[in-house]
């Protein structure tokens, strides 16, 4: 068809989520250059506790989280984007054989790396530009060291139940038997520390949320205006997450590139969801997925966790 955008993919997605019942979009486009800024000042928001209160876990037991992991290794992470939380752990590891980041984003993946071989001379730093959740082949250059992997930022909650088992199971398959996994899990807590953090004062999540549709508008033709969709964030106890949504404030016809949807007054569009566990919950997902639980780790009250697994043989 002519005049369709460059990236297919992101389109067929669109039109899918926008056809579907319930209307739902995948969570990874939000991360367009203007979606990634906004981002980092969710983190840094009052409201945002996850990123601070993992950093604070790392910092205060680094040691600790460094020690479950073996001797000489090749520590993989899994979406690496910034090394602000991998510093935590190398500054720990003299020993490390390897750091192998992994992100889709080959451009800043590079900036990273470089980043952290002019500050940690010596490190090996193996960059590898590959999906995280599809199975991928580690760099020959590791050799026999042991593997490890590194999984921060509570990203596992971005997945259904099933999916994460999925995804663990291919950090299995990628690492290999014995295989040490240190994962960020974000704690089921109070209702309305919750829906604060995915709900700010001062409307920066929103924001984030409602630069989805201006992404659509500029990449893919489409159609949504600035105030015909608001921001919505609420913590969904039956499924243990929060879900975010954008909802439709009133009946309208929406294009993007040729295709029209209906939209009803008061209805939404289903953006992401961030799955909360307890200790106990996550560990039964990790077993299911091959993992056998070992230290966990967590702040003063208990709002954040990481976890240290063990992959099993299979």
Known sequence: MAGLPDDRQFLEDVWEGLAATP????????YDAAGSELFE??????????????????DEHGPAIA????????????GAGSTVKVRRLLRHLRDLRAYVPVDVSGEFLTTQAEGLRSDIPGLAVEPIVADFTRPFALPP???????AGFFPGSTIGNFRPDEAIRLLDTFGTILGTGAQLIVGVDLVKDTGVLEAAYDDASGVTAAFNLNLLTRINRELAGGFTNDGFRHRAFFNAAASRIEMHLVSCEAQEIDVAGRRFGFA??????????????????????????????????????????????????
């Open 41 to 58: 000042g969710i983190t840094g928001l009052a409201e945002y506790y996850p990123t601070r209160t993992e950093l604070r876990i790392l």
């Open 265 to 314: 007054a008061g209805e939404s569009i289903h953006t992401e969801n961030s799955y909360k566990y307890s200790i106990a919950s996550f560990r039964e997902l990790a077993a299911q997925a091959g993992w056998a639980a070992g230290e966990v780790w967590t702040d003063p009250d208990a709002l954040f966790s990481v976890h240290a697994l063990r992959r099993q043989a299979v």
């Open 23 to 30: 209307k739902a979009l995948p969570a990874k486009y939000f």
């Open 67 to 78: 020690a479950a992991l073996p001797s000489g290794a090749a520590l993989v992470e899994f």
């Open 141 to 147: 250059s590791i050799g026999d060291a042991p593997r």
